[in-house]
């Protein structure tokens, strides 16, 4: 199982307990080798990997799996979610469960998401209060067309740039911020050379644990049973792992000296009304329509 983020990171510490889990229930019958900081490729090389079973699972944002399966811009579409509480409503729901297997017929399955959070800006020399303070700064984005969309809705420009060389570009001036959830904004120590971090809170863009379904159709139905309830017990443990993270990350990038600010969400929400109903008539925009009435 391959994901690209550091060891410390509440979501590697998921899959670890779920590698464990799934010894202990089958009784070493099944195996997982959890293969961390991108040592098997980008998300998106996992992703095609998967896709012809050289690989079994890995972990990705949602954000790059829209370049597979269509209904996926939904989560990478700003302010989609109400509150934290909606969020989960929406991805234990039906709507949810419909997404895990929309990519079946791309021979990816989704058994179950990890929260990551909400993603704000946070940048390198320049406070960002409103949508104007974004003005002419280039911002990295995940390699997604909706994210890229979205920053320039809101001002900026959206500058895909793959996670594992973003703190030097950072560093070095090649984008002027980037945007992120706490968890990770602290454990990849962006906040060494990003001194303002901007809580708005655009995005809540889920990690999703996707199975080669190859690999999937290739498990007796006992031990899809087994690995099913096994990434069930992960998702709970996760959660609760996560929101700790989140509020030991904040306090620590205040300590290094970030200013974090909780601006007036509002202007940031006026400034993409258009680009969400954009997708009118997209397969998206229709899931889009069953979130809010949820």
Do not use: C
Not at 75 to 100: Q, T
Not at 207 to 214: A, E, G, K, Q
């Amino acid at each position: 199982m391959a994901h690209s983020l550091d060891i410390n990171h509440p979501v590697h510490q998921a899959m670890v307990f779920m590698a464990n889990r799934l010894g202990e229930v089958s009784d070493d019958a099944m195996r997982l080798d959890i293969y961390p900081g991108g040592q098997l490729g980008s998300e998106r090389e996992s992703i095609e990997l998967l896709q012809i079973g050289s690989l079994a699972m890995t972990k990705v944002s949602s954000s790059p799996l829209e370049g597979f399966v269509p209904e996926m811009k939904v989560f990478s579409m700003p302010y989609v979610f109400r509150d934290h509480e909606h969020y989960w409503d929406v991805l234990n729901s039906d709507i949810g469960k419909e997404l895990l297997l929309s990519g079946e017929k791309v021979r990816l399955r989704g058994l179950g998401y990890f929260d990551a959070g909400s993603r704000s800006y946070y940048t390198v020399d320049k406070q960002v209060l409103s949508p104007e303070d974004l003005q002419g700064m280039k911002v990295r984005v995940q390699n997604s067309q909706t994210s890229v969309r979205m920053v320039r809705a809101m001002g900026g420009s959206g500058t895909p740039i793959s996670w594992g060389e973003l703190y030097t570009a950072l560093q070095q001036g090649v984008v002027d911020g980037a945007e992120n959830n706490p968890p990770s904004f602290y454990s990849s120590k962006h906040y060494e050379v990003s001194k303002f971090y901007t809580l708005n809170e655009h995005t809540s863009v889920p990690d999703i644990v996707l199975i080669s379904s190859y690999v999937w159709n290739s498990l007796s139905e006992q031990e899809q049973i087994w690995l099913q309830s096994v990434m069930d017990e992960a998702v709970e443990y996760q959660r609760a792992l996560w929101l700790k993270a989140s509020d030991e990350a904040l306090v620590a990038v205040e300590a290094a000296g970030v200013t974090v600010v909780r601006p007036n969400k509002t202007p940031f929400m006026d400034a993409v009304i258009d680009m969400q109903e954009s997708y009118s008539g997209t397969p998206a925009y229709e899931i889009l329509k069953r979130i809010r009435e949820l």
